[in-house]
């Protein structure tokens, strides 16, 4: 199991490039694979998360190359996939198995999907419920991981309203919806990341979308085409909270992805006092981008918006170090869905808030954070192998005067592999043992 040792630090320079998003490279691989022809990739996340999407789909017989962030899908056809000779190992991505039971429900064949240690303790309820209800056949462990599905069913569209705001919820109702009979209908209670509709209909798949309600209509055919994957936003967060707390920083994140249903950190740390703005904004393949600068800033706490929970599900571990170094108290609500993420992370990082000495409050569906100054940490910040808690207490360290001790930072790899060397690059000081 790897550490992080992030050493003190306080200043961050340069124009960086993060990697490219990773819910548009899973997609990419998906809805590539399903395609009719052969559809070029360029900006891949080359993480282990998309690399199990992809990997996953070379073992149902696509034939997929790739050279660096560049990938080539020979795409097989909605209906053109094989059964895979073993079990389906898709690691540690919660992604990939909640979108492909939508894809793998479908099929001919029977298969089984299993993750990791910590993919196997995630709940799947919520994609297995409405694709039953469609007509698919599916076993699970208790409602987590390995999923047994049972091939040559016939699917018939449903009208779902969603329990719970999730995108990779509606996404495998929608991919599940492609191959079944009549018209699939998704309302959503508030909005989630849509990058599923509009690669659909860049690859020239009709969704009809009304405020809240996205309709698809089964047994249409999707067509290559060549896709251009923007810089994560997600990624850059840790990016964009690390200059807003260092004291001296001065950074430009090139060309992400500011989809409009994932700017949701962005719209808070404006509301915090950052000293973030916009540049060069373009739209390409559908995917809205821009250049983000951030400097550093004087950060004040307040009460995060529920509407904006669901578009920074991901990036509230971030934003919780941004509350930390703001002068006040700032309250999250209504954001239950991140206790069931590559862990608990209200609890996760309420534990490691509290090491460092900052007060805070866990509530039901969210937390209280007391700004205030990091401490000389009280023991070594647990990371429950959840990447997004590794780099979130790494960023910390631009305001510690102590070294910061994380364990289990080996999935960050999942997501952001040159994390470390970026950083440092920037100006951090954080050592991989």
């Not at 400097?295 to 919780?320: C, N």
């Amino acid at each position: 199991m790897s550490k992080f040792i992030a050493s003190p630090a306080n200043s961050l320079s340069g124009n960086l490039k993060v990697p490219g998003d990773k819910s548009i490279s899973h997609r990419s691989i998906m809805l590539g694979s399903l395609s009719n022809g052969i559809t070029k990739v360029s900006g891949f996340l080359e993480g282990e998360d998309a690399l199990s999407t992809l990997k996953a789909f070379q073992a149902m017989g696509v034939k997929i190359e790739r050279e660096g962030d560049n990938v080539t899908i020979h795409g097989v056809g909605i209906n053109g996939l094989k059964k895979p000779e073993k079990a389906l190992d898709l690691g540690n991505s919660g992604t990939s198995i909640r979108l492909m039971s939508g894809i793998l429900a479908a099929q001919a064949f029977d298969c089984e999907l299993v993750g990791d240690e910590s993919l196997s303790k995630r709940p799947m309820g919520r994609v297995i419920n409405p694709l039953k209800e469609m007509g698919a056949v599916i076993e699970s462990n208790d409602g987590k991981p390995p999923l047994k599905i049972t091939g040559g069913q016939n699917l018939k569209g449903i009208q779902y309203d969603l329990p719970v705001a999730s995108a990779q919820v509606k996404s495998c109702v929608l991919l599940a919806g492609l191959y079944a009979n009549g018209d699939t209908c998704v309302t959503e209670p508030a909005p989630t990341r849509d990058h599923t509709e509009r690669m659909l209909k860049g690859l020239g798949y009709e969704v009809r979308v009304n405020d809240n309600k996205m309709c698809l209509t089964g047994g249409g055919e999707l067509t290559a085409t060549q896709i251009q994957v923007p810089s994560d936003i997600s990624s850059s967060a840790f990016f964009m909270v690390a200059a807003a707390i260092s004291p001296k920083a001065d950074i430009t994140l090139l060309g992400v992805n500011i989809n409009p249903t994932r700017t949701g950190v962005i719209d808070i740390l404006k509301l915090m006092g950052a000293n973030l703005t916009l540049a060069n904004e373009r739209e390409i393949g559908g995917e809205l981008l821009a250049d983000i600068r951030i400097q550093s800033s004087k950060l004040k706490g307040i009460q995060i918006p529920e509407s904006l929970v669901p578009l920074a599900i991901d990036e509230f571990p971030a934003v919780f170090i941004a509350a930390s170094c703001a002068t006040g108290e700032t309250i999250l609500t209504g954001a239950k869905e991140l206790r069931v993420k590559e862990s608990d992370r209200i609890q996760v990082m309420a534990d490691g808030l509290s090491i460092l000495g900052i007060e805070n409050q866990v509530l039901e569906d969210g937390i209280k954070i007391q700004g205030g100054s990091f401490k000389k940490p009280t023991g070594i910040i647990e990371s429950h192998h959840d990447h997004r808690i590794s780099m979130s207490f790494a960023v910390a360290s631009l305001r510690c005067n102590y070294p910061i001790e994380i364990n289990g930072v080996d999935n960050v790899m999942t997501s952001f592999p040159n994390f470390v060397n970026l950083s440092n690059t920037a100006g951090m000081a954080i050592t991989e043992i």
